[in-house]
Nanobody, 123 residues
Framework: VQLVESGGGLVQAGGSLRLSCAAS????????MGWFRQAPGKEREVVAA????????YYTDSMRYRFTISRDNTKNTVSLQMNSLKPEDTAVYYC?????????????????WGQGTQVTVSS
């Protein structure tokens, strides 16, 4: 499975960005998909995840009402809509895929990773 992220960039605080992840090599309908992020000097952390079961999602509490994860199995893509961005959201954002049925929140739940896309939020 190959994953390619896009949509990162520089945005002012309060702004929005939409990240996309295009998968190839396998249908994402057979995969749980997640978005993680890693800021300099910090560990990689989960942002949101979406399982294979319809309506099954996971969000880190601080992002639950600002970010929305979605998947389009017909296009083999997963997206992350990010609203009300804050400077502390600045990080490299990674798309991940794994074989779980339900959304996983741990790095170890995922077997495949993209190269990441930089998101920078200015104050």
């Amino acid at each position: 499975v190959q994953l390619v992220e896009s949509g990162g960039g520089l945005v002012q605080a309060g702004g929005s960005l939409r990240l996309s992840c295009a998968a190839s090599g396998r249908s994402i309908s057979t995969l749980t998909m997640g978005w993680f992020r890693q800021a300099p000097g910090k560990e990689r952390e989960v942002v949101a995840a979406i399982g294979r079961v319809a309506g099954n999602t996971y969000y880190t509490d601080s992002m639950r009402y600002r970010f929305t994860i979605s998947r389009d199995n017909t296009k083999n893509t997963v997206s992350l809509q990010m609203n009300s961005l804050k400077p502390e959201d600045t990080a490299v954002y990674y798309c991940a895929a794994g074989g779980r049925l339900t959304a996983g929140s741990r790095v170890d739940d995922y077997n495949y990773w993209g190269q990441g896309t930089q998101v920078t939020v200015s104050s």
